[in-house]
């Protein structure tokens, strides 16, 4: 995936359609002077739908396309004829996308599985003809229901990757490497900070035919909470990992220090991350002897914990087991199958940059309330 194709947020403006008028008509054919009212009813205004689609990675293909604005239904006709519907249209997101109302920053929806879809904005009822409201004492109706309205909101949709295990360190800790090593994934990988720009998503092999996903999260550095290096940009994909994996190099001067470092900017961006299992892989292992490593194991905080290296491969099958076995705890596991425990809060919008093409409004739309045809 090209760095600068990766689009985790836009904002977009929906608008449903508007129903179509009743038709106030009356039947007149030869030989039938008082055929009676005959008005059918206006079609329904079509609908903006939200799909989860497994095929899309980013929200690229929206980032130019600013205006969702779906069709009126049309007015009903004589002869009992009832209006054509609004065609709704159907915006396809990739799986793991949020959306948020732009101005209050109101949580709305969530989409987790392909194929899930949420209606965003109803389009209106199209109105009733006068052929409903015909009764014994008044038997020439001369009114019919107007359509109901549109329906318009701006919407800030915004993509948090979905994966079972998520890579937490500070820029060059190893996680890139790590993932190249344990999966398929590509990712870009030198020797200066923040190489990763954007999350990469590989599919880790274990024993018969398991697997699980792991994301690699650009790196953390202390204040990133507060918007220092990446800033909260990508805080975001940790939210939707089942496991928290902290990678800290075998060469750092103080691992625990690390630890509660990455942890305190967690907790500042969201203390339900504090919830999440957390796990430690100390990176970079070749460079130890046992005496070292004995010293290190000392002073490592009290979580699970296993040393590896990416270069000569030692540790990993270790660090594949522990990552299995607690994806498959009492815990976790149910949550993997369910939305139960997962972090909704309503967005920070400040926390979002804009360019200016982002706040056009469409044209205004063409005055769309058809007469009802006269007798």
Same mark, same amino acid.
């Given at each position: 995936?090209?760095?600068?194709?990766?689009?985790?947020?836009?904002?977009?403006?929906?608008? !449903?359609?508007?129903?179509?008028?009743?038709?106030?008509?009356?039947?007149?054919?030869?030989?039938?002077?008082? @055929?009676?009212?005959?008005?059918?009813?206006?079609?329904?205004? @079509?609908?903006?739908?939200?799909?989860?689609?497994?095929?899309?990675?980013?929200?690229?293909?929206?980032?130019?396309?600013?205006?969702?604005?779906? $069709?009126?239904?049309?007015?009903?006709?004589?002869?009992?004829?009832?209006?054509? *519907?609004?065609?709704?249209?159907?915006?396809?997101?990739?799986?793991?996308?949020?959306?948020?109302?732009?101005?209050?920053?109101?949580?709305?929806?969530?989409?987790?599985? $392909?194929? =899930? =879809?949420?209606?965003?904005?109803?389009?209106?009822?199209?109105?009733?003809?006068?052929?409903?409201?015909?009764?014994?004492?008044?038997?020439?109706?001369?009114?019919?229901?107007?359509?109901?309205?549109?329906?318009?909101?701006?919407?800030?949709?915004?993509?948090?990757?979905?994966?079972?295990?998520?890579?937490?360190?500070?820029?060059?800790?190893?996680?890139?490497?790590?993932?190249?090593?344990? !999966?398929?994934?590509?990712?870009?990988?030198?020797?200066?900070?923040?190489?990763?720009?954007?999350?990469?998503?590989?599919?880790?092999?274990?024993? $018969?035919?398991?697997?699980?996903?792991?994301?690699?999260?650009?790196?953390?550095?202390?204040?990133?909470?507060?918007?220092?290096?990446?800033?909260?940009?990508?805080?975001?994909?940790?939210?939707?990992?089942?496991?928290?994996?902290?990678?800290?190099?075998?060469?750092?001067?103080?691992? *625990?220090?690390?630890?509660?470092?990455?942890?305190?900017?967690? *907790?500042?961006?969201?203390?339900?991350?504090?919830?999440?299992?957390?796990?430690?892989?100390?990176?970079?292992?070749?460079?130890?002897?046992?005496?070292?490593?004995?010293?290190?194991?000392?002073?490592?905080?009290?979580?699970?914990?296993?040393?590896?290296?990416?270069?000569?491969?030692?540790?990993?099958?270790?660090?594949?087991?522990?990552?299995?076995?607690?994806?498959?705890? =009492?815990?976790?596991?149910?949550?993997?199958?369910?939305?139960?425990?997962?972090?909704?809060?309503?967005?920070?919008?400040?926390?979002?940059?804009?360019?200016?093409? $982002?706040?056009?409004?469409?044209?205004?739309?063409? =005055?769309?309330?058809?007469?009802?045809?006269?007798?």
């Amino acid at each position: 995936m090209a760095e600068t194709n990766f689009v985790d947020y836009v904002k977009i403006f929906c608008r !449903s359609g508007k129903g179509g008028r009743g038709s106030a008509h009356f039947r007149r054919e030869k030989y039938v002077p008082k @055929g009676g009212p005959d008005g059918g009813d206006g079609g329904d205004g @079509g609908s903006v739908i939200l799909r989860g689609n497994r095929n899309y990675w980013t929200l690229l293909h929206l980032r130019y396309q600013r205006h969702i604005l779906a $069709d009126h239904g049309e007015g009903g006709t004589g002869g009992q004829s009832f209006g054509k *519907k609004g065609e709704s249209k159907i915006i396809e997101v990739p799986c793991g996308t949020v959306a948020y109302d732009a101005v209050t920053g109101e949580y709305i929806c969530d989409i987790t599985e $392909d194929g =899930e =879809e949420v209606v965003l904005l109803k389009g209106g009822r199209g109105g009733r003809g006068n052929v409903h409201f015909k009764s014994s004492t008044n038997q020439t109706p001369r009114y019919a229901q107007p359509g109901e309205p549109f329906e318009e909101r701006w919407i800030i949709l915004e993509l948090k990757l979905l994966a079972d295990v998520g890579l937490v360190g500070f820029p060059n800790a190893g996680k890139s490497t790590l993932l190249s090593v344990v !999966s398929a994934a590509k990712p870009k990988i030198a020797d200066y900070p923040f190489t990763t720009l954007v999350p990469n998503l590989g599919i880790v092999s274990y024993h $018969d035919g398991k697997s699980f996903v792991m994301a690699d999260i650009p790196g953390i550095i202390e204040g990133a909470s507060e918007g220092r290096g990446l800033g909260l940009r990508f805080l975001r994909h940790i939210e939707r990992n089942s496991i928290l994996l902290f990678l800290i190099p075998a060469d750092s001067n103080d691992i *625990k220090n690390d630890y509660n470092i990455l942890l305190n900017e967690l *907790k500042e961006y969201n203390p339900e991350l504090l919830d999440k299992t957390h796990l430690l892989a100390i990176s970079k292992s070749d460079m130890l002897d046992e005496e070292l490593t004995d010293a290190i194991t000392k002073e490592l905080p009290d979580v699970s914990y296993v040393f590896f290296s990416s270069f000569t491969g030692s540790g990993l099958p270790l660090l594949k087991d522990m990552i299995w076995r607690e994806l498959n705890t =009492e815990d976790i596991a149910p949550k993997m199958q369910s939305r139960e425990g997962e972090i909704h809060r309503n967005l920070e919008i400040s926390s979002l940059k804009f360019e200016p093409e $982002d706040e056009v409004l469409p044209p205004e739309d063409e =005055e769309y309330d058809e007469a009802a045809p006269t007798i």
